[in-house]
């Protein structure tokens, strides 16, 4: 396997030869038709001058007409092949992607800022799949008809063969040499401004809200209004090697025709070549060029795309599983009833900030159990949950699925047991159907409408216009927050996992209808979740009356390391708590 970030990100895209040879030849047939018609059309000129009988020109005018249609055609034909391709190509990358993300290490993008990560599967895959447009049909075209040219050009003149030549070699070469570097400049430049610009910007706009609340909503917008200036800076240091590619062509193509026209004119006065064959000889090389003239361009293409594939690589090469120090063990469904979720000593956080993780915990997850995690911002209980979910490695202690290390375990076969869902996740602009689906892809619209109202949005869905077929244009933005929530928790509860871990599933909705909804959730009767699926609620509230199994109670005060009496620090804290151990239960 070529280790070339360009060729690895290029295997994503799974492009079919077939498609790109058919672009390559409808767009080698279009400039060829203009290359032909250029030939063409300076005999007719030439031959025209000399006043013949007009059926001699007949043929001539009649495929100049033909030439110049064809040229738009096959350009059209060439544009939607190429076109075809990419985005067949980029939807097939992202596809590839999210499943070497979904099946692969959590790792790899739990430590991820959302922004990044967007930049990452959207704008650089854009980027990669760009350069199949911009870059291998434009440069397999130019091949193709530069040789076409120089042979043309040869039949009537060696030295003008060659002088075009050494142009086009200079206009196909050098030109795209100094392209590539000026791009390469910008783009590593700008390439940890633009990622910060992304990171602030989408910070800002899923945040406004909270940030504004807090007096940081103009830093952080200052701080994406100077990733976006820097960006631009790295652009205009570039420009100078940009500007002399972009002169480079022209230059080029002045050069080849006045060399041609002096070595015609020689050869004319000198009686050894017709008039048409000068008029061929001075106009073919404008033609020619038009093959080249988009290198330079393409150039940048693909020196933006290794950059981007770059990125794109080392986000996959992070989730790949070392299969060779590991071995992973795979749990099928039909042992589901078998595992035990154990946790003994495990202080969860992140391992960036060990001394910020949880106090050592002890806890035992098996079919239908009902926790509640409480505390404060910040304590550590998002934390804990990831951790559960297999996305963080623990910072300290056992965490075992079926009394195997879940470090041990394929992610996959994790997910199909425990799955967390984080309070900000994504809403998508479609249907409210396909963002349920997200969790279960096999989801009926029945089963669906089922979920949604037994989280309490049946009233909504009744006023939606094409009910579960409705769009949520912008995401998120379509809808409160309260009805946002509501859908994840739908979400949550079509998924087939085992286990749900929850992250504040009730926030923004108001204190009877959270308190309602939490209720349920942690009640085995309550018939909102299967009594024999596990629920654990990470939550700042809750209610008096609900009794969940066991209540979890974190707290600044449980860390090590923490304050200077941490060693004296309280264990558990809980006056609603009722211990449970088991594997399952009546």
């Known amino acids: 396997m ?328 795979g749990t099928s469904r039909a042992s589901v009833d078998d595992w035990v979720l154990r946790a003994r000593g495990l202080r969860a956080g992140w391992s960036t900030c060990p001394e910020k993780s949880t106090r050592a915990i002890d806890l035992d997850l098996a079919r239908g159990a009902r926790v509640a995690i409480t505390g404060p911002s910040g304590v550590g209980k998002t934390s804990l949950l990831m951790t559960l979910a297999g996305l963080l490695s623990p910072v300290e202690g056992r965490l075992t699925l079926g009394g195997t290390p879940i470090t041990d375990l394929e992610p996959a076969s994790v997910r199909r047991v425990a799955t967390f869902f984080a309070e900000d996740a994504h809403l998508f602009d479609t249907s409210v159907l396909e963002n349920l689906r997200v969790a279960r892809g096999e989801l009926s619209a029945d089963e669906a409408e089922a979920v949604v109202r037994s989280v309490g949005l049946g009233d909504w869905l009744d006023g939606l216009s094409n009910g579960l077929d409705t769009v949520l244009t912008g995401g998120e933005r379509a809808v409160s927050g309260g009805e946002r929530r509501r859908i994840l928790l739908a979400r949550a509860i079509c998924s087939p996992a085992e286990v749900l871990l929850l992250d504040e599933p009730t926030e923004h909705l108001d204190a009877k209808a959270g308190a309602d909804l939490l209720t349920a959730l942690l009640q085995r009767g309550s018939g909102l979740v299967h009594p024999r699926r596990t629920v654990v609620v990470v939550t700042h509230h809750l209610p008096r009356d609900c009794t969940p199994d066991q209540v979890l109670s974190l707290d600044f005060a449980d860390r090590e390391n923490t304050l200077p009496n941490a060693a004296e620090a309280r264990t558990f804290v809980s006056t609603q708590e009722r211990r449970w151990s088991g594997v399952g239960y009546p």
């Not at 059926?55 to 350009?75: N, Q």
């Not at 008809?145 to 075009?164: D, V, W």
């Not at 990125?311 to 790949?320: H, N």
Request: no cysteine.
């Open 2 to 329: 070529s280790t070339d970030p360009l060729w690895r990100a290029l295997a994503l895209l799974q492009l079919q030869p077939r498609r790109i040879v058919t672009a390559v030849v409808f767009g080698a047939v279009a400039v060829g038709s203009g290359l032909a018609l250029a030939a063409l059309a300076a005999w007719l000129i030439a031959r025209a001058w000399q006043m013949p009988p007009v059926l001699d020109l007949t043929v001539a005018v009649v495929a100049v007409r033909a030439l110049g249609i064809s040229r738009g055609v096959f350009r059209y034909l060439e544009r939607l092949a190429s076109h075809d391709t990419a985005f067949r190509g980029m939807t097939a990358a992202r596809t590839n992607i999210y499943r070497r993300l979904a099946t692969g290490d959590p790792a790899a993008v739990t430590g991820v800022r959302r922004g990044v990560l967007l930049s990452r599967t959207g704008e650089d895959i854009d980027t990669v799949g760009a350069v199949v447009v911009r870059g291998i049909v434009p440069m397999a075209v130019a091949v193709v008809l530069s040789f076409a040219a120089i042979g043309l050009l040869a039949t009537i003149s060696l030295a003008a063969a060659g002088i075009l030549a050494v142009s086009l070699a200079v206009a196909g070469i050098v030109a795209p040499w100094l392209a590539t570097s000026a791009a390469r400049t910008a783009e590593l430049a700008g390439m940890a401004a633009t990622a910060e610009y992304a990171e602030h910007a989408v910070a800002a706009l899923d945040h406004a809200a909270e940030l504004r609340v807090a007096g940081r909503l103009d830093a952080v917008v200052e701080a994406a209004r100077s990733a976006s200036a820097e960006v631009a800076a790295a652009t205009d240091r570039a420009a100078p090697r940009a500007a002399f590619a972009a002169a480079a062509t022209p230059l080029a193509t002045g050069v080849s025709v006045l060399g041609s026209l002096l070595i015609g004119v020689v050869a004319y006065d000198g009686g050894t070549m017709t008039p048409m064959a000068l008029a061929i000889l001075v106009l073919l090389p404008l033609a020619a060029f038009e093959a080249v003239g988009p290198l330079p361009a393409a150039a940048q293409a693909v020196s933006r795309a290794r950059i981007a594939a770059g990125r794109i690589t080392a986000l996959i090469d992070t989730a790949l599983i070392d299969t060779a120090s590991t071995t992973k063990v």
